[in-house]
């Protein structure tokens, strides 16, 4: 077979680069000047061979990016590291622009002088397009999901916020008509404030549902924690449930957080008694199991309380079941469910180091349980539990009170003033300036989310002007400014016993400044 001389393998060469019509193949000269032009980057860039040969790159460009020096960079990093490559804005002919990947290497002859370059341009605009419009559509599908979300969130706490409050007016409504009759009402009383509280850890919850949460895990007598909740259960799920407990006369305690895992127990009844569209028997069961068998490979061996919420309601189909513990994941109505709840207990159960399992079947039920480890120390009562400590008061303070509610503001003077204290009250920072300029305080309790300025910006400016001065921050948010972390904090709803303990471990001294005028002093 007779071997190809060199120039007939130079025509074939120059006969493929030319029959190449997806790509601009081009040479140029170490300066940047065009010395050859292929087929594809006539039609690539719209120039005829005889209109670009001999002239610079550079037109390739726009004109911000020849000012900014963009093609001469492209040359020198060829030139100094053998290849360059990039995406870019190109221009054509008829002054169109078009998405370029573009290839510039450059050409040295054996002594390693620099020849020229080669460069390959490939329109890449079509796939740009392509990947801009699939990211856009991500982006609305996202949107959607996440409005959707919010949407369920929203109207679910509203739904379950719905339940306690009707619990808290119905007592305290029940509270005034036996109080005009001079009835006993400290069991309605009893009844609002544990609902209240419920509301609160609900509350703490949304807001830490992002974050871990730290539980105060401890001995939890579970039987007494289910009696403790039977009326607030009953005025929650309402007449048409008949609730069941299924408990020994005696069972081990719990390893677990007794304020959450009311919360929890809650939840799971709210559930069922959905489910049961409001008429129907709600069963509490508890039992101590030893392992194994275990029901989840997950779990620990050893003994675990198992505590189960069963309903008579609808039940739930396998799809439905495998995602039921997916946050935001609800099969209620719009307003009915936060599609938290089961999430929530999720996460609870396994911070306590157990877990949940949940059994249905349509039509006849669904049973959740709560696999909490055993604690092997005597339970601890819930009445001891729940008892706030008395605190000595100590000596009267003068105290100024800072909130932009006048509702949360007449509360907290009112707590503070029963303690034996002098209060002042400013319904803004600037107001509690002008007050902190006229006279002695010894503690400032302020509110953290107010306009103009927050609890914690008044803070930093009082120990500017006044160093020393104590100020506690309360607030209903999950978390402060990082640089407010280290002021004491009493967190909202609180009870005067807290507030009670804060003062008195906070406490103040005088400034030495004249007296407030008791003209601001608030009315008790």
């Not at 390739?60 to 590291?81: H, I, K, M, Q, W």
């Not at 505590?307 to 209620?332: Q, W, Y």
Request: hydrophobic share 40%; with cysteine.
């Amino acid at each position: 077979m007779k071997k190809a001389v060199p120039d007939q393998l130079e025509n074939r060469f120059e006969l493929l680069v030319q029959s190449v019509t997806d790509y601009a193949i081009y040479m140029l000269d170490p300066t940047g000047t065009v010395t050859s032009w292929n087929a594809g980057a006539e039609r690539l860039k719209g120039y005829r061979e005889q209109e670009i040969i001999g002239h610079n790159f550079s037109r390739f460009y726009s004109e911000e990016d020849r000012l900014a020096g963009v093609p001469s960079r492209a040359l020198e990093t060829a030139a100094r590291e053998g290849r360059f490559e990039a995406e870019g804005w190109r221009m054509r002919k008829d002054g169109s622009r078009f998405w370029a990947s573009v290839v510039i290497d450059a050409i040295r002859n054996p002594e390693g002088e620099l020849l020229g370059f080669a460069k390959v341009t490939r329109d890449l605009t079509e796939r740009r397009e392509a990947q801009q419009a699939l990211e856009e559509a991500r982006d609305a599908i996202f949107q959607t999901q996440k409005m959707e979300a919010i949407g369920k969130l929203t109207g679910g706490v509203a739904h379950d916020f719905n339940n306690l409050l009707a619990v808290i007016v119905g007592s305290l409504d029940l509270a005034r008509q036996r109080l005009a009759t001079g009835a006993d009402i400290s069991r309605y009383i009893d009844n609002a404030m544990a609902a209240a509280e419920r509301g609160a850890m609900l509350t703490q919850r949304m807001l830490a549902f992002a974050r871990k949460q730290e539980l105060k895990l401890q001995s939890v007598d579970c039987i007494a924690l289910v009696r403790d909740m039977a009326e607030l259960l009953k005025a929650t799920l309402g007449t048409g449930i008949t609730i069941e407990t299924r408990f020994p006369l005696s069972m081990a305690s719990a390893h677990a957080d007794p304020g959450q895992l009311e919360l929890a127990l809650l939840n799971l009844a709210v559930n069922a008694r959905d489910a049961m569209r409001s008429v129907g028997r709600l069963i509490l069961e508890g039992v101590e199991v030893s392992m194994p068998p275990l029901p989840r490979s997950d779990l620990a061996p050893g003994p675990y309380i198992r505590l189960s919420v069963i309903d008579e309601g609808d039940g739930m189909d396998p799809a439905t079941l495998a995602r039921a513990t997916e946050p935001f994941f609800t099969t209620k109505g719009v307003g009915k469910g936060t599609g938290l709840g089961l999430s929530m207990v999720h996460g609870f159960a396994e911070q306590c180091g157990g877990a949940i399992t949940i059994a249905s079947e349509v039509g006849k039920g669904t049973t959740v349980s709560l696999w909490l480890p055993m604690t092997a120390s005597h339970a601890q009562s819930i009445e001891e539990n729940d008892a706030e400590p008395a605190w000595e008061t100590g000596e009267p303070l003068v105290i100024l009170a800072v909130d932009d509610d006048d509702l949360v503001l007449t509360n907290t003077a009112g707590m503070l003033e029963d303690l034996g204290h002098t209060v002042f009250q400013a319904s803004s920072a600037a107001d509690a300036l002008r007050i902190l300029e006229q006279g002695t305080i010894n503690l400032v309790i302020t509110d953290h989310a107010m306009p103009g300025m927050t609890g914690a910006q008044l803070a930093d400016v009082i120990e500017e002007k006044l160093p020393g001065l104590p100020v506690i921050i309360i607030t209903g948010f999950a978390e402060l400014p990082p640089h407010a972390t280290s002021r004491p904090r009493l967190d909202k709803p609180f009870k005067q016993a807290a507030l009670a303990r804060i003062v008195s471990t906070i406490g103040g001294r005088p400034m030495p400044d004249s007296p407030v005028s008791d003209s601001r002093r608030s009315k008790g």
